[in-house]
């Protein structure tokens, strides 16, 4: 197994063009899922540009981050799938748009890393490049309407590798059954899961030990 690289150098996450409304949508997601079991610790693991720590922290939690980039300033400079910390060693680990940067044979050891060191919760998202249609709309302040489902392709596309992501759901080989399978085969319950509406790129998961 080879060891993990940085692909990106840290600016590349204070880029005007990288915090989009999508991606302030995830991060809206992100927050509401970290906040949602009323942990008092957490783990972040790729904190990017921090967004999600400091709103954390903010709101009175011990946040510990932990990423490969020095230049990051995380907590701790370490890597999936093996990091420096006891078992359950935190209320929730969140891993937020960060498994997809990683071959996917090494999938189910990081959740598996990512389940020892949770007391109980986990909070994961991914890239979900599966087909979907969007219905929103608004009839009254009362009455909002919206609702998305999948379209599955018959044939799905296959990933090539763009220098970040090794896989993503819905590519080929890499449907949503076989991310589910491998989750619950790590010990991981899914609670719930879910595709953001503002941005059904990112696929969420509520995990549980």
Request: glycine content about 6%; some cysteine.
């Amino acid at each position: 197994m080879s060891s993990p690289r940085k692909q990106v150098e840290a600016e590349h996450y204070f880029q005007r063009g990288y915090d989009t409304s999508k991606r302030f949508a995830s991060y809206w997601h992100q927050t509401d899922l970290s906040l949602r079991h009323a942990p008092k610790t957490v783990l972040e693991i790729g904190p990017g540009n921090g967004f999600l720590s400091t709103y954390l922290r903010r709101a009175g939690l011990e946040v510990t981050t932990v990423d490969l980039d020095p230049a990051l300033r995380p907590g701790v400079a370490a890597a999936l799938p093996h990091l420096p910390f006891a078992d359950s060693s935190f209320d929730l680990v969140v891993c937020f748009e960060v498994l997809e940067h990683i071959p996917f044979e090494s999938f189910v050891d990081c959740l598996r890393e990512i389940r020892r060191i949770s007391r109980a919760n986990v909070a994961i998202s991914l890239p979900d490049a599966e087909r979907v249609l969007k219905f929103d709309t608004l009839l009254s302040k009362l009455w909002h309407i919206h609702f998305l489902f999948n379209v599955p392709r018959v044939f799905a596309p296959k990933h090539r590798f763009n220098g970040e992501h090794h896989w993503e759901i819905g590519k080929r080989g890499y449907r949503q059954g076989r991310i589910l399978a491998a989750m619950e085969g790590a010990g991981l319950k899914v609670r719930e899961h879910w595709r953001a509406f503002e941005s059904p790129y990112h696929h969420f998961f509520d995990l549980g030990k």
